[in-house]
């Protein structure tokens, strides 16, 4: 599986703190540094997206570390952006991570399946600790409804595209 990150939406999750009372290269390398142990756990292949503009002048646009892509977005577009247009190339190959509703939609929409930034973290945290448990005993990751339209059928079975999701998160 291959996992496309948005890097700040993720350190905002797991900080809990605006980006702009953050020192960006820290939060950036710490996350990195996790995403490394992350990838020698589980083998995916890892891709994570930060915004350009916020970079000093001194470290390059992309480059490859212990089998993680880390990706700068060029001047002028922003790490949604590239998002989206990873998700236009390589659809249904690609799980986007991130919690803007915009790049998640557009992704869907082009076949990728969307994890939001805070389940990642979740698991992310899980994988490191060695633990499988799930913080939420009561209702598994795997059975939360996400939507709340009324279905024909079986009411307690989840819709094609849920069930399809669930599978490829299944295996992250």
């Excluded at 996992?3 to 809990?16: H, Q």
Aim: aromatic residues 6%.
């Amino acid at each position: 599986m291959w996992l496309a990150i948005d890097g700040y939406n993720v350190i905002a999750e797991m900080t809990g703190e605006p980006l702009n009372r953050l020192d960006l290269e820290a939060e950036r390398d710490q996350l990195n540094q996790l995403l490394f142990q992350y990838r020698s756990l589980s083998k995916h292949r890892l891709t994570v997206v930060y915004d350009g503009g916020r970079i000093s002048s001194g470290e390059p646009r992309q480059y490859s570390e212990k089998g993680v892509k880390v990706l700068f977005s060029s001047l002028g577009r922003n790490a949604d952006q590239v998002l989206i247009q990873m998700a236009k190339q390589y659809g249904s190959g690609l799980t986007v991570v991130t919690s803007d509703r915009e790049v998640a939609e557009r992704s869907e929409n082009c076949g990728a399946v969307v994890l939001a930034s805070g389940e990642f973290c979740q698991r992310l945290l899980m994988a490191l600790d060695g633990s499988d448990d799930n913080p939420d005993e009561d209702e598994p990751i795997t059975t939360q409804r996400r939507h709340l339209t009324e279905k024909k059928g079986n009411p307690h079975r989840l819709s094609k595209k849920e069930r399809q999701r669930n599978r490829r998160l299944d295996s992250v």
